[in-house]
């Protein structure tokens, strides 16, 4: 089972949107509308933010979205904080009944 | 409150047997709709899922789970008496090095809720 594919890095201002991708395959994401998104800041447990590609956990802010389309998972930042600046991986169940996750992207708030 | 602690060697030497133990808190095992996962994650790069284990309440069994390309090397058990999921892997290998992370796992969707603060783990002889 091959990682799912997120791009390295994104970056944007305080208050604008961004959007990190995460792409795998008909066996996992294109199969399966289990897809999380976890936050990661530096030294810390990862925390999740999205889960079952768009619901979000309480306590976790509005501006956190999700959505899938096919065999691409979206995560969708709106008004971007400074304290929004972490590593972001998703995950999805697979057809093997494992997990895979992505390779990661970092988030840079200019 | 649910927590969950990872515990074991923080130094293993090339070919050992690593055995790392969760436990947890606030939740029950015996609960089907939960599960247990060990994640890892190399100093500085992605997190990689190993393995899972929860209660099949219908076959009263255990169903256990493996990342493919590790399956070889891992085992997961649990003991409900003490609250404690249990991962060994063989053969240990410096490039095994990282944070090993257990956490709670929503069976049915696999999310997971809640995380351990993780423990490091280096292989170095």
């Known amino acids: 089972q091959s990682a799912l594919t997120q791009p390295a890095s994104v970056s944007g201002s305080p208050g604008q949107s961004i959007t990190i991708s995460c792409t795998g395959t008909?066996?996992?994401?294109?199969?399966?509308?289990?897809v999380s998104w976890y936050q990661q800041h530096p030294n810390r447990a990862p925390k999740v933010v999205i889960f079952d590609v768009s619901n979000r956990p309480s306590g976790v802010a509005e501006r956190f979205s999700g959505s899938k389309s096919g065999n691409t998972a979206s995560l969708t930042i709106s008004g971007l904080q400074a304290e929004d600046e972490a590593d972001y991986y998703c995950s999805s169940y697979t057809r093997s009944s494992t997990v895979v996750f992505g390779g990661g992207t970092r988030l840079t708030v200019l | 409150q649910v927590t969950l602690k990872e515990s074991g060697p923080v130094l293993v030497k090339p070919t050992e047997t690593l055995t790392l133990t969760c436990t947890v808190s606030?939740?029950?095992?015996?609960?089907?709709?939960?599960?247990v996962s060990w994640i890892r994650q190399p100093p500085g790069k992605a997190l990689e899922w190993l393995a899972h284990?929860?209660?099949?309440?219908?076959?009263?069994?255990?169903?256990?789970s493996y990342n493919a390309s590790l399956e070889r090397r891992l085992t997961i058990s649990r003991d409900t008496s003490k609250s404690q999921v249990v991962l060994t892997m063989t053969n240990m290998d410096p490039v095994d090095t990282g944070t090993y992370y257990c956490?709670?796992?929503?069976?049915?969707?696999?999310?997971?809720?809640?995380w351990g603060q993780g423990t490091l783990v280096t292989v170095s002889s």
């Open positions: 956490a709670r796992m929503i069976t049915v969707t696999t999310e997971i809720d809640t």
């Open positions: 606030g939740f029950s095992l015996s609960n089907g709709r939960l599960g």
């Open positions: 008909s066996s996992d994401i294109g199969d399966y509308n289990y």
């Open positions: 284990i929860f209660s099949n309440d219908v076959f009263s069994n255990d169903e256990k």
